[in-house]
């Protein structure tokens, strides 16, 4: 793969000074182009220690409009970062659409070192790899320009380099003990390069590899790939992309939901068990803190089914401090011009607190679906990034609790009237609720499609009979205790 | 001040939930009316330790609409806080138009314990405390429902309470060593807060001394403090508010940008000055990190001025991952929705690193005010909020670079016909630009006036003559070394 990076090929200064006018405009145009789209262009910056990734970055923001163009670089993980899953870091730095980022260095980096560094093994290095391979597949597919340079320089060209910059005391800070270091391992970080990037050059998002010797060659050469992803993604971007429709769908019958027992109601004294539960809660609340875990609980029903108020009787058994409420309303145009996932990673508790979602990540499965406000391709393919997702967070020791709150139309015609009828509840009601009341069937048919497509082991839903609401509200504060329980040990 | 909140006054069970419904209707109705509006409201809860702070804080979330309401607490900083300006924090937290916040501790914390704990003194404290103010002030300005709650309890009233929380398991965690150790200095704790907030009980923000010994009477005088504060601030937004007139000011003549030597050019071989100025600057950048620094330049002036130009430059002499530039273009909706600063405070680097904006928060008193897109009262009041800004950050030890970059209306008009004419300078010039260029001398006026109002030793205005290029990018990089030295030593 690095061979035909190696063959040593030189731009003299004068063919450099004439090719460059010609390529900055071409890259200008697209760009410009660019932001009027709603996409983003993302430049992944991998390479050897030594071969110029920062350099290239800074030609970059030289040639291109430095305006909407971020360099981003990844050094030790700060300690918000240690405290949420390994990609927070990078969906921080997302450009919005329209804008672009460079990255020097990215999730290959800690992958790649720690396999040539023993530090994890060949199946883990491969778990990493898949998890890239999601991650970008998502970003194209949430409308990036995504590419993806491997800067390459032999084992002799790297030393010849590091030997270069030491000798000038302007840049011989930036050869470090560790590039040594990892120079003495150069044939085994070789061979991990290689099986990263033959594994990861996926269809939508291939490896260009760069031979970096020649520092005029390499910025021609890099230069070159970023205007073709970007003219080929603007391409792609006139292909009008398919339409939402709402969906229709039917439950089955008998469902998931169907079968649950709706004549639950709570027995004995109500507030007595509702305390001690909650005192249940908040000791297992501390031994959260202790452990430094954290907890995401995600709470999705129909319109009144109670979700505020289960969510009140749960958040009155925390310290309020460490927990916090996250509304899932219409998204912000920040929001909007990011993938859809990024404004819950936005909200991920610290090690220790709590983000409780009043609606969540799944109204991408449920009102987005039935509404037809994305296409029937982007909600089909979320169980899967929405697993991901899950997966990461419970692989950084979140611990998930997703609860379905499950009342009859009976029911929510009950409610609904009675929220008309009590002053202090009329602001929960809208003219939205009546409207999605009349979809009832579709909400039914995409939640039970939600809850059997995306309950895995670490993240089951819970669903819980709401008809009655003491019932649910003690069970949901039970099902909390019960999985933090299990988590903690 | 505490003596009318130690009068023991209780309300009982019975009538405790006579008068909650009505308040909550009361709180709802003004809270959902606020969302109609571009307030936000944000409550600062303090007070005396075992005063219940937090459980106030939870009373809110269950008698507000807890969708946009979120409660925040400040515990020890985080390494990202450390590396910023003290009120990076706070500004982090502030709720967007129609949201709220209920803020459990707040500024008021570090200044008081830090004086009773005799870490500052008396004159540290007042500036603290003149800090807060000018804070809140710009908070009220900017559309904020500011509430100041001060839970107090009497020295006996609070071992009481100590002990009642220590008797039971649930609670017992919650009396730390510390509060027994702040405890101890009750008497010396009243007096500063007394101080506190007999200082910072302005007009408009005063403060609502709630004695906090009976619960019931705690939450219910403090809620309805929340409630009366709501309905004066949308009593207060339906007076309309003053409209943004365009500025056509005139500058004085002669002033500081008329009198500077336009003719000044670059002088021997240029491309040799700028790499020796660019390595100065870049070992300089490296002291910066050593020495646990930060940077900020800002760059002003007219369309086409070179401001770009210079950018690159000095960029080229930076670790590109070290250094962000901004551009400064329309606010999104999310920042549209926070005070004008906001923006600008989301984006400062973190320690040996450097955000270079390009257009900064000058815009308030240059584009805003030419063009009205401010009232006069906004941009006239945006000088002291800008001089408390940049004190804030160099403070904190962030060496704050301001340019202006000055060229003629005549070169302005050659620059905007070559921008026209060449391929890859095309897309910096829009139909906006030729508008500007029409409101010369209010722009210069606007200027002059910026100028000579924000100039301070910490932060003082560059004034660069910029119609030769070669010499404006070359003194700008002199410019950062100069200052990057005298700050480093």
Not at 99 to 128: C, F, K, N
Not at 155 to 184: C, G, I, M, S
């Amino acid at each position: 793969m690095f061979e035909s990076a190696e063959l040593g090929r030189e731009v003299d200064k004068e063919e450099f000074e004439k090719r460059v006018p010609a390529l900055r405009a071409r890259i200008l145009r697209a760009q410009q182009a660019l932001a009027g789209t709603g996409l983003r262009l993302v430049i992944v910056v991998g390479g050897v220690e030594g071969s110029g990734k920062t350099e290239l970055a800074r030609r970059f923001l030289e040639w291109m409009d430095a305006r909407g163009l971020r360099v981003e670089s990844f050094a030790d993980r700060s300690d918000e970062e240690e405290e949420r899953p390994c990609y927070w870091r990078y969906w921080r730095v997302l450009p919005p659409a329209g804008h672009g980022a460079v990255l020097v260095s990215s999730w290959y980096t800690p992958a790649i070192v720690g396999r040539v560094m023993g530090e994890s093994s060949s199946g883990e290095l491969d778990q990493a790899l898949d998890r890239a391979i999601a991650f970008e597949t998502m970003l194209v597919r949430e409308g990036t320009v995504l590419v993806k340079l491997w800067l390459h320089l032999s084992k002799k060209a790297q030393r010849r380099r590091f030997k270069e910059l030491e000798a000038d005391p302007a840049t011989a800070w930036r050869v470090t003990k560790r590039d040594w270091k990892y120079a003495k391992r150069y044939g085994r970080f070789r061979k991990v390069c290689e099986r990263a990037l033959a594994k990861t050059g996926t269809a939508q998002a291939p490896w260009t590899v760069v031979d970096a010797e020649d520092r005029r060659w390499r910025d021609l050469s890099a230069g070159e790939a970023v205007a073709a992803a970007l003219e080929a993604g603007l391409e792609r971007a006139k292909a009008k992309p398919p339409k939402g429709v709402p969906d229709r769908s039917k439950p089955p019958v008998p469902n998931v939901l169907s079968r649950l027992d709706m004549s639950k109601d709570a027995d004995g004294d109500y507030e007595d068990k509702l305390e001690k539960r909650q005192r249940r809660v908040a000791l297992l609340f501390r031994e959260l803190l202790r452990q430094k875990r954290s907890l995401i609980c995600a709470f999705e029903g129909v319109d009144a089914a109670g979700k505020g108020g289960a969510i009140r009787r749960l958040l009155a058994a925390t310290d309020v401090r460490d927990a916090r409420v996250m509304s899932v309303a219409a998204p912000t145009d920040e929001e909007r011009a990011h993938p859809y996932l990024w404004r819950f990673w936005r909200q991920l508790p610290r090690v220790g607190n709590a983000t409780i979602y009043d609606r969540s990540w799944y109204g991408r499965v449920l009102v987005e679906r039935v509404e037809g406000f994305c296409s029937r391709d982007d909600w089909k393919r979320a169980y899967e990034e929405i697993g991901a997702f899950e997966e990461e967070l419970t692989e950084a020791g979140v611990i998930v609790c997703k609860f379905w709150l499950q009342i009859s139309a009976a029911e929510q015609l009950r409610r609904f009237k009675e929220r008309v009828k009590t002053p202090f509840k009329q602001y929960k009601i809208t003219e939205e609720d009546w409207r999605n009341r009349r979809k009832w069937d579709a909400y039914q048919a995409a939640a039970v499609e939600m809850i059997e497509r995306t309950s895995s082991p670490d993240a089951p839903w819970i669903l819980i009979p709401a008809e009655r609401k003491k019932y649910a509200r003690l069970k949901v504060l039970e099902a909390v205790a019960d999985r933090l329980e299990e988590e903690l040990g």
